[in-house]
């Protein structure tokens, strides 16, 4: 921007860059001045106290980096190409060019205290170390698995370390190149010239939630080293205290920039911190007045985080993005209200089955002895902790509590471990509420995951539908309460603007809703006394709200400084009859409101996050538990005033668990975790009953059915192996390694348990799950491992298109390697083993069949005529054409198990359906029957030893379900 005078003269009020990104950015060591390079092929220089442009000068190509040697006599320009350009900041001219990479050169750094050495480094994945004054290459620092971000060097100058796109801290000694081996708290103790890294654990509070490793493009610490600014994707500069450890640390944010901020640098004294934005093309100079990060304001002073710090399991829950877990398109109408025994199709046209060998198989099966004719949901292995609350329910029935699981409403028996369904949902239910009025009595809400997100109210007696709530919640509803009378229902939504919405349920009807704001609501709850006022909480609020008419008007918050206290994350509600309110918070405190004024603190009432609060209406006792820091479960039970309680240790709970929901009757408490259990507390004796158990957050890949017991096996990435008894309807065992894990297959004789996981690793497991033998050849995650039927081999298939034969000794617990077939046309996803042990039949993700001969491992066009499979896992083949619905999209039937004495097939697909077939069934679309349940893919199903069990595990959901067959 120019001035032009009357008398002709021109002023240059304001110079900047033109078009093109401002990445480079150096302060001299001396001066309050500082450059800056750009891709608008200029080298412009400024003064930070004066607010003025004093050098513009032209350059030949666009440029990313520029750094001031410490004497203050160079300048170096780092350019796109990969060209280094020398300058003597004299004059500005050229001194010399350095040209060994052809990569954006990214960072540039002298050595201190006499500029010995210069770093260059480059998005070649190399820094090239060059002597001065000659300028001669001295060593290249390698070993970095992507482009180099940020070099800084030690007070020696003899120690380099550097940021890089994969995530890795590299230390290299200097002038020799090579590695060294520097240990996570050494890097603190070392004296460091500069620090511009974003990647050391003393910058582990800088980043933000779900951030990945662009989101952060600078950092500097300041000369007092106090302070660390950073600048960021999103438009702000911030300033954190240094080092900052604690995940999600506090700072204090800077907007101004309008894209991405590229740069910050301190000057000299850290009178001035300068950005730079790269689609804005602004230079911003910030003058500090020397507080730290938490002191003074900013356009947002409040810290992103809780005044009582982080928390993973609040800050997981809050993070889920569940707009990516509905069904795009579901094959069920929601809100259709169908009776399960509607949702059955029998087709009574049968096909005949020849079981001879024809033209077009090879293959023989053996002969029907008993029919599989239909399935019947008989128990299910699950319950959603992870990221619901308040959703297990005593019911007026004998003995019976409700909870939910995938896309189930199930009511169990805690004494019997009985179960009934309730199975009219199309997707995730994600929370679930009881009617207390004794006119509704045993009337369940449950709100599920969708794009047109629903509630269902249901009889817990009859389990029919009795109504149909939707048409206002987008993405899914979390939290679903009954209002004192049991007329009116609340809802809150997962949409951007966490709606809330108040039902007249009988008919359907939405009396008032509300956009609350764009923080997460977690539970929504009515006084127990009112149908007007309720009260919601969630991420760093609570409030308190009144129906008035056809809105919901909130309270203002009051919270009187004599406490000492701030807002945070409330996480559970419950309720005095003396009109207070509890608000268990992510401090391991519970805040006592009076009306909409906090009155007083409960402190340490947990020693970690509270996440369950329940209220006992009959006798007004409150039922309190949360997360504690030692990794043990407890709950606590309250008088009326919460002043005394008395606490039971849960021991049988899994270690590090969170009490998610709370109930109470009759002297017992219900409980669930976060690890999946539902348990129960006897309040005089303090026993400890166990009603389900179940894998945690993870998706469940490995199934396997033991050869002679009514036992499960399933392997899940919540890094555990569990075994199922089915007829007892019981964990038998569990174990937890040290990998997450995809796959599992007994022994033909049940002494070993074989285990592929993530990281490549197979481990054998003892029928009680100690590990006996554990071989890595391969580092591919392992998709499938089956022991051939006499069990002598076992053959593993990987990620990375290989199968792997081990010769297998049980006795000795013996495992040697035999051969590997490498350079398959896919990954494996199924293996099938001939009878004779002769041939192994291999499913890969290319739609193809190969076939190896065993034990050599080479592959072979067909197998010999006559050769009988000893099973049939596989989702391919012509036998199998019928299985694929129409216009499915990539593998969208994920397993399938033929029947051991039946002609039937048993399939899981990716939406949420089991189905039985005929088989073969060589005709495309062929006929079935479909059962629902699972609220996400099904991703294996295994018929048990005498077919009168098909077991199904969902992948998301991570429930293990059995169906009786009938046989």
Not at 273 to 281: A, E, P, W
Not at 519 to 545: A, M, T, Y
Not at 901 to 917: P, Q
């Amino acid at each position: 921007i120019f001035e032009i005078e009357r008398c002709g003269h021109v002023e240059l009020l304001i110079g900047g860059h033109a078009e093109g990104e401002v990445w480079g950015l150096s302060p001299p060591p001396s001066e309050q001045v500082f450059a800056t390079v750009s891709d608008d092929k200029t080298l412009k220089c400024w003064d930070a106290a004066e607010r003025a442009l004093v050098l513009s000068k032209p350059m030949e190509l666009e440029s990313r980096s520029v750094c001031f040697s410490n004497s203050g006599d160079l300048l170096v320009v780092g350019h796109k190409n990969g060209k280094v350009e020398v300058l003597k900041t004299e004059d500005y001219t050229t001194v010399t060019t350095l040209h060994h990479r052809k990569e954006n050169i990214s960072d540039l750094s002298f050595s201190p205290p006499d500029d010995k050495y210069l770093a260059v480094a480059s998005h070649d994945n190399f820094v090239d170390v060059y002597t001065l004054p000659e300028f001669k290459r001295v060593c290249v620092c390698k070993g970095a698995s992507s482009y180099i971000t940020h070099v800084d060097w030690d007070k020696s100058g003899r120690l380099l370390m550097t940021n890089s796109g994969a995530k890795e801290v590299l230390f290299y000694d200097i002038p020799k190149g090579t590695r060294i081996p520097l240990k996570t708290s050494d890097i603190g103790s070392q004296e460091w010239c500069t620090w511009t890294s974003v990647l050391s654990p003393q910058c582990t509070g800088i980043w933000p939630a779900q951030s990945d490793i662009t989101d952060i493009n600078a950092a500097h610490v300041s000369h007092t080293g106090n302070i660390v600014a950073t600048g960021d994707d999103f438009g702000f500069v911030k300033l954190f205290d240094f080092p900052a450890v604690q995940k999600h640390a506090k700072c204090k944010k800077y907007s101004g920039h309008s894209a991405h901020v590229t740069n910050v640098r301190w000057t000299r004294g850290d009178n001035f911190l300068v950005s730079t934005g790269g689609g804005d093309t602004a230079v911003a100079v910030w003058s500090h007045r020397g507080l730290s990060a938490g002191e003074g304001d900013s356009d947002e002073s409040d810290s992103e985080v809780e005044e009582d710090g982080y928390d993973s399991d609040v800050e997981f829950e809050c993070s889920i993005d569940y707009a990516l877990k509905t069904y795009s398109n579901p094959l069920r109408v929601a809100g259709e209200g169908i009776r399960p025994d509607q949702k059955t199709t029998t087709y009574s046209a049968e096909t005949k089955i020849c079981r001879q060998q024809t033209s077009d198989c090879n293959v023989l099966r053996r002969k029907s002895s008993h029919d599989v004719n239909s399935l019947q949901l008989k128990h299910v292995f699950g319950y959603r902790g992870y990221d619901a609350r308040h959703n297990i329910h005593f019911l007026e029935t004998e003995n019976e509590i409700v909870y939910h699981a995938a896309g189930l409403g199930i009511i169990t028996n805690v004494e019997t471990r009985e179960q009934r369904f309730y199975t009219e949902h199309t997707d995730d239910i994600l929370c679930l509420s009881v009617n207390k009025h004794p006119r509704y009595k045993n009337m369940v809400a449950t709100g599920q995951l969708g794009k047109q997100a629903q509630v269902l109210i249901w009889n817990a007696e009859t389990l029919e539908t009795v109504s149909v709530l939707q048409g206002y919640h987008t993405d899914g509803v979390c939290t679903v309460n009954f209002s004192s009378s049991g007329k009116l229902l609340v809802s809150a939504g997962l949409d951007s603007l966490h709606s809330m919405a108040i039902w007249l349920w009988s008919d359907g009807t939405r009396l008032a809703s509300v956009n609350n704001t764009a923080l997460r609501i977690l539970h929504c709850e009515f006084r127990p006394d009112s149908d007007s006022q309720l009260v919601s909480v969630g991420q760093k609020h609570v409030n308190f709200w009144t129906l008035a008419g056809t809105d919901i008007v909130s309270k203002r918050v009051k919270i009187p400084e004599s406490l000492g206290v701030k807002m945070q994350t409330m996480l559970s509600v419950a309720f005095s009859t003396t009109g207070i309110t509890y608000t268990g918070t992510i401090s391991g405190s519970v805040f006592v409101w009076q009306e909409s004024t906090l009155a007083r603190v409960i402190a340490n009432c947990h020693s970690g996050p509270v996440f369950a609060l329940y209220t006992t209406l009959k006798d007004g006792l409150i039922v309190s538990g949360g997360k504690e820091k030692n990794g043990k479960c407890v709950v606590k039970l309250w008088d009326q005033a919460m002043k005394r309680s008395k606490t039971f240790p849960i021991e049988c709970a899994a270690p590090n668990t969170v009490v998610k929901a709370l109930s109470r009757t009759r002297g017992c408490i219900a409980l669930g975790t976060s690890k999946g259990e539902v348990l129960t507390v006897n309040e005089r004796s303090g026993h400890v009953g166990i009603v389900v158990q179940s894998h945690g957050s993870g998706e469940v890949w490995g199934l396997a059915v033991h050869p002679t017991r009514q036992i499960a096996a399933t392997a899940s990435s919540d890094r555990s192996v569990r075994l199922w008894d089915i007829t007892g309807t019981v964990m038998e065992g569990a174990v937890t390694l040290k990998s997450p894990a995809l796959c599992a297959d007994f022994h033909p004789n049940g002494s070993h348990l074989a285990v592929g996981c993530v990281d490549g690793s197979v481990l054998v497991l003892s029928p009680n799950l100690q590990q006996v033998h554990a071989m890595r050849d391969n580092a591919a995650q392992v998709h499938v491992v089956r022991f051939s039927p006499g069990g002598k081999v076992l053959a593993v298939g990987s990620d990375d298109a290989t199968v792997t034969m081990y010769s297998v000794t049980p006795v000795s617990a013996s495992y040697t390697r035999l051969t590997v077939c490498r350079n398959l046309p896919g990954s494996v996803l199924q293996m099938d083993w001939s009878v004779d042990c002769q041939h192994l039949a291999v499913s890969l993700s290319t739609y193809q069949i190969v076939h190896i001969k065993s034990p050599e491992g080479y592959l072979v066009d067909s197998l010999p005529p006559n050769t009988l499979l000893h099973s049939c896992t596989s989702v391919l083949g012509d036998e199998l054409i019928g299985i694929w619905p129409k216009n499915s999209a990539k593998f969208d039937v994920n397993s399938a198990s033929v029947a051991n004495g039946s002609n039937i097939v048993a399939t899981g697909d990716d939406f949420g359906a089991v189905k039985l077939f005929e088989y073969p069934c060589r005709g495309k679309y062929a006929k079935h029957k479909k059962y629902f349940g699972h609220s996400a893919h099904v991703v294996g199903v295994r018929f048990t030893f005498n077919d009168k069990f098909l077991v199904s595990i969902g992948g998301e959901d991570s429930c293990v379900f059995v169906w009786e067959t009938g046989v």
